[in-house]
């Protein structure tokens, strides 16, 4: 069977080497199937025959291949082959030696030649030609049987008379280069042949490079889409010209940029500028000694030293009577402009709508306040509308934005902070220490501070709350002494504390206090479907409450503990509680569970086992009162589970125990894992803030034996290590080297560091003591570890030091220590 060329098919508006490459690299030529099936006629195969479907009509099976084409359908009949259109339907002769696709047309190969085919079958060029390199819908590129690149005219057929050297083709016009010198040709020749180069860019750069002739064009010089101008170089001259040939400026200039991104030229003559805006079509004298451009929409110059600014369209709508330092653009505002060094701003339209006689204008950097412009003037900030109503007086040090409103700053000696809203009407008159959003997730309120001590909130109704500012707020730890606003059922109350030292519960979402502010300690938290519990204290009584400050057990106990409270399958909630000096535990219908018969009771695990204590030693009961064994202890560390639910098992847990200076792990079930060890039970911190606050007690003493206790609870313990390497390293050797002594030392001597250096100073290098003392640690879990984050300040101040001692600190089987001794810089 003969052998046909390979085709390369080529982009449309394409120059490309094509479609005879060399002997050695020949094989047989199949059109590319489109991306979408024909949906008019389709084929089918019969006996090795291909036929046409068109509805239920079903064409005799005549051809030997049936393949998509451009709108149609390449057919093939024994070695020869031809073109049919969407409905099956013949609309070229079978004739051909092979047919591929080039873009929208039909490459054709005919006795050794090839030609192009619309997709209608109309011929656009005879089979007479090497190659085909390209065309346009003006002309072609082909290689004639000379071995010469030749343009052809579509229209005519006519041959361009001239030696080609280099074409560079576009969609709608070729850049020919023919003896020496560049031209243009569309369907004619619109730009004479007298240029020494012609290009869509011409650099400085790139002025004196010599063109590639038209048989080494390269494919990744082709698929390009239309140009409307073009520049043009003529004795290191530059000129540009639009697509139909005229003559934009004339081949005298030094230098032109083309600003695609930004819609114009510049021209540069001598030492002076003109600007093309290529969206109207319309340009400048040379009348610029800079231009410029700051984002999009606008073109900044600069005439007779006076700044100026046109709109994309070459409207002039900054006249030239402004400082030449800067005319800077306010996305979706105008343009900020200075004049005698002071400052102001234009709309799009030209109008001015602030004033150019402030020291300084800005934006809020807050999408929510776009259509207002702070202003500076001697100091002291106000704010302007677009539509040039003054919204807050010049009278302020700051002003920033807080939740829908803005937030001023009143100038030293006071700096005290207040709210207007977006019409200038004042909310909250200047008089806070501080105003913030609550950082609960969604939360409605906003919090003010107005003194030490001394707090209040504003609800939706832009109304204080309190009647009477609180002295203290804050979140409740939970069942797991963990401290964050996290609410699985949306119950988000936040603790306030009355000037009488009563605490209650308010309700971020709706601005109610929904528990009022009678208790004397509200303790802990737990949250059990639609509702959360909390434990509270009034007068020397305990017992639990609901959010609708429900009482669920009574307020009639001497001590209450909801430490890992969680829910059996039957809902049966068992809580810790005292009577007199003994312990139980009831259900939340104050039904006894385990009964008052212990000195101490305590939950140590998420499945249901305590550490009860009688005569001066713990037992491990379960939720029944049944031991898990009969050994007494002098400590029980708490339960951490081992495993986990994956593959259908159920996970175990150990606990550590202590007896007499020895520890052995025990199970859930009673059974020791290990034999006795000699180690002593941790003695450390449960909670973050207990951390915290005994660490501003330390630093506060002049004696420094607090410093020390301090540091041996955050140090970690061979019991903290112990569940470290076993629990979190998966035996890992990492801590197998650790000196607990050593890390006791470096703690103790960066921690006095800081004291005497930094603590006790109150200017120069003095460390900001509201870093540890006003800003709220949550603590939550994170990559397998309960840590503690906050919001702000996360480098714990202006020194470094209580940063390494507390960022990332971890809790460890129940006990708060500083992971500094695991960091790479320790």
């Known amino acids: 069977m003969k052998q046909i060329f390979l085709l390369i098919l080529i982009s449309f508006c394409t120059i490309a080497i094509a479609q005879v490459p060399e002997p050695s690299r020949e094989m047989r030529i199949d059109a590319e199937k489109p991306n979408v099936k024909n949906e008019n006629a389709s084929y089918y195969l019969k006996d090795g025959k291909y036929g046409f479907v068109l509805g239920n009509n079903r064409q005799e099976a005549i051809y030997d291949k049936i393949t998509y084409g451009t709108n149609g359908f390449i057919i093939q009949k024994g070695k020869l082959f031809g073109l049919t259109d969407n409905k099956g339907t013949l609309i070229s002769k079978l004739e051909f030696d092979s047919i591929g696709i080039l873009k929208n047309d039909y490459l054709v190969k005919q006795n050794g030649k090839y030609g192009l085919l619309s997709d209608k079958g109309i011929s656009v060029l005879p089979s007479k030609y090497n190659k085909i390199l390209g065309r346009n819908n003006l002309v072609s590129i082909v290689k004639g049987t000379n071995g010469k690149v030749q343009l052809i005219f579509n229209e005519t057929g006519k041959v361009f008379n001239q030696d080609v050297e280099y074409i560079n083709l576009y969609y709608n016009l070729a850049i020919v280069k023919s003896n020496g010198k560049f031209g243009v040709i569309t369907d004619k020749i619109i730009v004479p042949f007298k240029y020494d180069s012609i290009a869509h860019n011409i650099s400085n750069v790139t002025k004196s490079k010599q063109k590639r002739v038209a048989n080494d064009v390269e494919t990744n010089n ?39 991104m930004f819609a114009y030229y510049f021209i540069k003559k001598e030492n002076l500028y003109s600007i093309y805006f290529t969206s109207s079509k319309t340009k400048t004298a040379f009348n610029f000694s800079r231009i410029y451009a700051d984002g999009y929409g606008y073109v900044m110059a600069v005439q007779e030293n006076k700044a100026g600014a046109f709109n994309l369209n070459g409207e002039l709508i900054v006249p030239f009577e402004y400082d030449d330092d800067y005319i800077s653009q306010y996305s979706g505002i105008g343009l900020r402009v200075t004049k005698n060094k002071k400052r102001g701003v234009i709309d799009s339209k030209g109008k001015i709508i602030v004033p150019v006689i402030y020291d300084d204008v800005s934006t809020l950097y807050n999408s929510n306040f776009k259509n207002f412009i702070k202003v500076t003037l001697d100091n002291k900030v106000g704010v302007i509308s677009l539509e040039g109503k003054k919204i807050i007086p010049v009278d302020y040090e700051f002003i920033s934005t807080e939740d829908d409103f803005f937030k001023v700053t009143t100038p030293e000696p006071n700096h005290k902070v207040g709210l207007y809203d977006k019409n200038g009407k004042i909310i909250v008159p200047a008089e806070y220490q501080w105003i913030a959003k609550s950082g609960t997730e969604n939360s409605k309120i906003i919090i003010l501070k107005k003194e030490n001590n001394s707090y209040n909130f504003l609800n939706q109704k832009n109304e204080l709350i309190l009647p009477e500012n609180s002295i203290k707020y804050g979140y409740i730890l939970n069942e797991n002494l963990l401290l964050n606003p996290f609410s699985s059922n949306n119950n988000y109350l936040l603790y306030i504390k009355s000037q009488k030292g009563k605490f209650g519960m308010l309700n971020e979402m709706t601005g109610v ?36 400050n429900e009482e669920i057990i009574p307020l009639k106990y001497n001590d209450i503990n909801i430490n890992f409270v969680v829910s059996n399958y039957d809902k049966n909630y068992q809580v810790v509680v005292a009577k007199g000096n003994k312990y139980g535990a009831v259900n939340l219908k104050n039904e ?61 847990y150990q606990a550590l125990t202590f007896r007499n200076g020895k520890m052995r792990v025990i199970d859930e079930k009673g059974n020791y894992l290990s034999t006795e060890i ?25 004696n420094d034996v607090l410093l020390k206790e301090f540091v041996d609870k955050i140090a970690p313990s061979d019991h903290i290590l112990y569940y470290l390497k076993i629990n979190m390293f998966n035996n890992n050797n990492t801590l197998d080297y650790v000196d607990i002594s050593y890390i006791k030392e470096k703690y103790y001597n ?36 309960i840590t503690n984050k906050r919001n702000n300040d996360h480098a714990f101040g202006n020194v470094k030091y209580l940063e390494k001692i507390l960022r990332n600190a971890v809790k460890i089987n129940g006990f708060w220590i500083s992971s500094y001794f695991m960091k790479q810089s320790f």
Request: negative net charge.
């Open 513 to 548: 206090v929904d528990i009022p502010m009678i208790y004397d300690t509200i303790l802990q938290r737990f949250e059990a479907g639609e509702h959360t519990y909390f434990s509270v204290q009034k007068g020397n009584k305990f017992g639990l409450i609901n959010e609708k």
């Open 592 to 652: 006894i569970q385990i009964p008052f018969q212990y000195t101490e009771l305590e939950r140590i695990a998420d499945i249901e086992l305590y550490k009860a204590k009688k005569k001066g030693r713990y037992q491990i009961i379960n939720a029944k009162n049944q031991p898990i064994n009969n050994d007494l202890y002098d400590e029980v560390a708490n339960f951490e589970q081992k495993g986990g639910f994956e593959y259908g098992y159920k996970p175990s």
């Open 750 to 785: 960066d921690l006095l560091q800081f004291k005497h250096n930094y603590w006790g100073k109150n200017s120069g290098l003095g460390y900001e003591r509201t870093s540890l003392t006003e800003v709220t640690d949550y603590t939550l879990y994170s990559d397998g570890f």
């Open 678 to 702: 000699t180690m002593q039970p941790h003695n450390g911190y449960r909670s973050f803030d207990e951390l915290k606050f005994e660490l501003i007690k330390a630093l506060e003493n002049n």
């Open 222 to 260: 082709v698929s390009r889409p239309p140009i409307f101008d073009f520049m043009v170089l003529e004795n290191n001259k530059l000129g540009l010209i639009n697509s139909e040939g005229k003559i934009i400026y004339p081949a005298e200039n030094d230098e032109i940029k083309r600003e695609t």
